[in-house]
């Protein structure tokens, strides 16, 4: 019999379980620290994760038993890949179902922070009206970044394009072909940061992008510019980000993802007006879920019985 321990972030919960295999044996529910992870993790043969929990080299060589890890959506950099080869572990992902969605929220952060909608809601919590209120930015017209051209980068050129905006691009490993595509202008990451009126972060994480956008990065934006996170949250670096918040450096963030996750209550961040924050939550619609879930069991599913499994789909095979 396998045995199956289920992030409980999956959800819906129930869509998962109804397509797994019949003989096996699920338990649903896992504390993302280290230690915990280590007192149970022996116990499975699969496990089924979200980015909250992470599967490092420690984690992976207690779980003795373990042969496949699931990781649902497209990051894949809390998982040590190279510890699973090292141990044998097969590991599958979901890469390019949650783009659009991702899209879809980078688009929702850039108008909010546009249109100053944190300052509006609480001008009604307060009792108070309009005539308070600061003038918001029209996006038709400006200048949009998009720094990371994937999968996530490519959509948001996309959906952007209706808002007859000029859209430039800096990913030095996509091809200037596509590009072209979305009517977008490749360029430095300087002349991006230095000429949009919004910038939004989609790279994958890796060593390269950590740290991506710090003190100079920002220094160079546009003291009026908007910039928003749909990455990962060590992409940027956050106390910088909010020395330029309070220097006026740059005008206004939408974040939907952090350096530490869940962020703390007294994150600096959430005192600013010119900041709109979301709990990592881009990819959590129903239609992006449900086509993520079914992804992955079908990779499980196909895995665990050898029959094949697109590349794009199992960075880590055992062979």
């Known amino acids: 019999m396998t045995r199956v321990l289920i992030d409980q972030d999956i959800t819906p919960t129930d869509r998962l379980l109804e397509s797994l295999p019949d003989d096996w044996e699920a338990t649903v529910g896992v504390e993302g620290e280290e230690e915990t992870l280590l007192d149970v993790v022996a116990e499975y043969e699969v496990l089924l994760v979200t980015s909250r929990i ?10 003795d038993r373990l042969e496949l890890i699931g990781k649902l959506g497209t990051g894949i950099d809390s998982v040590d890949l190279q510890a699973a080869r090292d141990h044998g572990v097969t590991v599958t992902h979901t890469p390019g179902h949650n783009a659009l ?3 879809e929220h ?3 952060l850039t108008l909010a922070c546009a249109r100053r909608l944190p300052t509006a809601r609480e001008l009604l919590s307060g009792g108070r009206w309009r005539d308070e209120y600061p003038l918001g930015t029209q996006l038709s017209g400006s200048t949009i970044g998009v720094i990371g051209f994937g999968n996530v980068g490519k959509r948001v050129g996309k959906l952007f394009s209706g808002f007859d905006v000029d859209l430039l691009v800096a990913d030095p490993y996509v091809p200037s072909i596509d590009a072209e595509l979305t009517d977008a202008t490749p360029n430095s990451l300087g002349e991006v940061l230095e000429r949009s009126d919004v910038v939004i972060l ?9 740290g991506l956008i710090g003190r100079d990065e920002l220094a160079r934006m546009k003291p009026t510019a908007i910039l928003v996170n749909v990455s990962r949250g060590p992409v940027v670096d956050e106390a910088a980000l909010v020395e330029a918040l309070e220097g006026g450096e740059i005008g206004a963030a939408g974040l939907d993802v952090f350096a530490d996750e869940p962020l703390d209550r007294q994150s600096p961040l959430l005192a600013f007006d010119t900041v709109v924050t979301t709990p990592h939550i881009a990819a959590m619609t129903a239609t992006c879920r449900h086509g993520n879930i079914d992804q992955l069991t ?3 599913t196909r895995l665990t019985e050898g029959e094949p499994v697109l590349d794009r789909y199992v960075p880590v095979r055992d062979e």
């Open 202 to 210: 989609a790279p994958e994480l890796t060593e390269e992008t950590r």
């Open 54 to 63: 992470p599967l490092t080299r420690t984690v992976i060589e207690a779980a």
């Open 298 to 300: 079908e990779n499980v």
């Open 106 to 108: 980078a688009m929702t």
């Open 101 to 103: 969605s991702v899209a």
